[in-house]
């Protein structure tokens, strides 16, 4: 008996210190879900924003390129900006042509990761312009963006940029505090013998982002997010963003983007119906481009496995469904317009 005892041990023994060797060799998957996106990022010339013609580019990993969307450009994204200093598909000028969309939002808008011709931005343009419709859009979209900072965008730029429309896309994290990868960061609960062992560190990793996302994402949709002071002072803005492009004689529209959590049990819905029933009370219209993945696999839609941008996959159906969605607000437009100058 004690002799199976201690054979069992040593055997138990034997397969965890294999682990613990193979996780070594294997650092990636300690690193799978974290909390710096951005680190798996090499980049190259300087960040900047509203810089005419300016143009920087990014590298991502080869390890972490699961779609192969990387290697299509030498694990390279560039980043170009027209002479308004919003990006665009070349560091050059953007001809402006039939009705310009001055478009506002984050990172989801600006296109994190992905090339401009696969942002849903160049999408919903490529999309309205292939049914008939002459429209430009001027993507003003900026990483880390709330509501607040798309009001001073648009203050700078709307002077100089002849538009007829802002549309304004609107991420929940523009209104409650969390990173774009909160939800998928796991750590080692700060345990130091834990992160002495690459074994404890993948396991306590795993128990802590189970327990932690159920709670995190109970978090970020329980009814108390609508009464923090951001979602309050950002919800202001809007407001105040509405009140000043009215008064200019432009349209005002926002476009609702979904969170990329849990998108088969839709968790995030109370936040988008709080959002939407807000915004209604305000007089302001809004585009539900979150019905546009609903049901889907969050990871599917993903940058990157460690990142939860929005990929090339889901830019598309960001695009194709407010694509259609524009088009039937425009149709509704025309009918007005013929209702209201048809003789009687």
């Not at 798996?40 to 013609?53: I, M, N, S």
């Not at 390279?76 to 919003?86: I, S």
């Not at 128990?207 to 309050?232: C, E």
């Not at 509405?242 to 849990?262: C, H, M, Q, S, Y």
């Amino acid at each position: 008996m004690r002799m199976n005892l201690l054979l069992a041990t040593a055997s138990l023994s034997l397969a965890l210190g294999g682990i613990e060797v193979w996780l070594r060799f294997n650092p990636q998957l300690t690193e799978f879900q974290t909390n710096n996106e951005y680190q798996f990022r090499t980049r190259t010339g300087e960040k900047k924003f509203g810089v005419p013609y300016h143009s920087w580019q990014e590298r991502f990993p080869e390890g972490l390129d699961e779609r192969g969307y990387f290697a299509q450009a030498d694990y390279t994204v560039g980043y170009y900006f027209n002479q308004f200093g919003a990006r665009w598909r070349a560091a050059a000028d953007q001809p402006l042509e039939g009705r310009v969309f001055l478009l506002l939002g984050d990172s989801f808008t600006y296109g994190s990761a992905v090339r401009y011709e696969d942002t849903w931005a160049q999408g919903l343009e490529d999309r309205l312009r292939g049914a008939g419709d002459d429209i430009t859009l001027v993507n003003f979209g900026r990483s880390g963006a709330d509501s607040k900072d798309c009001l001073e965008i648009y203050r700078s730029v709307s002077s100089h940029l002849p538009h007829d429309t802002v549309l304004y896309a609107l991420n929940p994290n523009d209104l409650i505090s969390f990173r774009t990868s909160y939800v998928i960061h796991n750590s080692a609960m700060g345990l130091p013998w834990v992160e002495k062992s690459a074994l404890a560190s993948f396991v306590f990793e795993r128990i802590n982002t189970q327990i932690g996302r159920r709670y995190k994402i109970a978090r970020l949709t329980s009814a108390s997010v609508f009464d923090k002071p951001r979602f309050i002072e950002n919800m202001a803005a809007i407001s105040e963003l509405d009140a000043e492009v009215r008064a200019a004689g432009k349209t005002f529209v926002v476009a609702l983007l979904p969170v990329l959590i849990d998108l088969q049990r839709e968790s995030f819905r109370p936040v988008y119906d709080g959002i939407a029933a807000r915004l209604a009370e305000r007089g302001i219209e809004m585009l539900d481009a979150t019905v546009a993945v609903r049901g889907l696999r969050d990871s599917d839609l993903w940058v990157l496995p460690v990142d939860q941008h929005p990929n090339e996959i889901a830019s598309a159906l960001f695009a194709e469904h407010l694509g259609t969605l524009i088009r039937a607000r425009s149709a509704e437009e025309n009918d007005t317009l013929q209702d209201r100058f048809r003789p009687e």
